[in-house]
């Protein structure tokens, strides 16, 4: 199994930046793609980012494509979330995930707790 804890949420104010964090115990984090997800209040889970065991292969959303930048540190078990000009629609709980590349959420099988990121006007 794979433990997830993320961090680095808050508030900010539109226009700003804020960097999340992922750390990751228990199966060797680097044979793992890793996700970012985000669910609003009354809203469904919805995708924003993943990339590979190979740090090359990258895919995101289109509301957050050239906002969002996904990286990962294998060496510290870490993956993080760059977000910037972010906006109110940004508000949300974002979670970390670990398990296959790519956008939908059944191919994720471990997941962390989340970080609520509000962004104010």
């Known amino acids: 199994q794979v433990q997830l804890v993320e961090s680095g949420g808050g508030l900010v104010q539109a226009g700003g930046s804020l960097r999340l964090s992922c750390a990751a115990s228990?199966?060797?984090?680097?044979?793992?793609?890793m996700g970012w997800f985000r669910q609003a209040p009354g809203q469904e889970r919805r995708f924003v980012a993943s990339?590979?065991?190979?740090?090359?292969?990258?895919y995101y959303a289109d509301s957050v494509k050239g906002r969002f930048t996904i990286s990962r540190d294998n060496a510290k078990n870490t993956v993080y979330l760059q977000m910037n000009s972010l906006t109110p629609e940004d508000t949300a709980v974002y979670y970390c995930a670990a398990g296959q590349y790519g956008g939908d959420p059944k191919a994720y099988d471990y997941w962390g707790q989340g970080t609520m990121v509000t962004v104010s006007s």
């Open positions: 990339i590979g065991r190979n740090t090359g292969n990258i």
């Open positions: 228990g199966r060797i984090f680097s044979a793992y793609a």
